[in-house]
Nanobody, 119 residues
Framework: QVQLVESGGGLVQPGGSLRLSCAAS????????MTWYRQAPGKERELVAA????????NYADSVKGRFTISRDNAKNTVYLQMNSLKAEDTAVYYC????????????WGQGTQVTVSS
């Protein structure tokens, strides 16, 4: 059974930090690119950060560059999102996504974790 389980969300003050984790199981994690998305109330889901299957390539939304860092540990089947200098506009539900292309594209989603940035 495929599972992506996010954790680490919560309430943090502006300027603070959080580290999100996404633990994967039920598929060959090391062959999937991993992406963090977020969705704020009333807005569309947007890409936050992505990392290649080997972890040697990353991509970030302009709004988080220099503040967020995506990383992965293929031995632990886990992807992380380190979020620093958080702003109120970072408030959203954060989702973990796994994707592998090829003859048959496979995509999996986690259930999401809430991040609220507020004083």
């Amino acid at each position: 059974q495929v599972q992506l389980v996010e954790s680490g969300g919560g309430l943090v003050q502006p300027g603070g930090s959080l580290r999100l984790s996404c633990a994967a199981s039920g598929f060959t994690f090391s062959t999937y690119a991993m992406t963090w998305y977020r969705q704020a109330p009333g807005k569309e889901r947007e890409l936050v950060a992505a990392i290649s299957s080997a972890g040697d390539s990353t991509n970030y939304a302009d709004s988080v560059k220099g503040r967020f860092t995506i990383s992965r540990d293929n031995a632990k089947n886990t992807v992380y999102l380190q979020m620093n200098s958080l702003k109120a506009e970072d408030t959203a539900v954060y989702y973990c996504n796994a994707k592998r292309g090829g003859f048959v594209t496979r995509v999996y989603w986690g259930q999401g974790t809430q991040v609220t940035v507020s004083s």
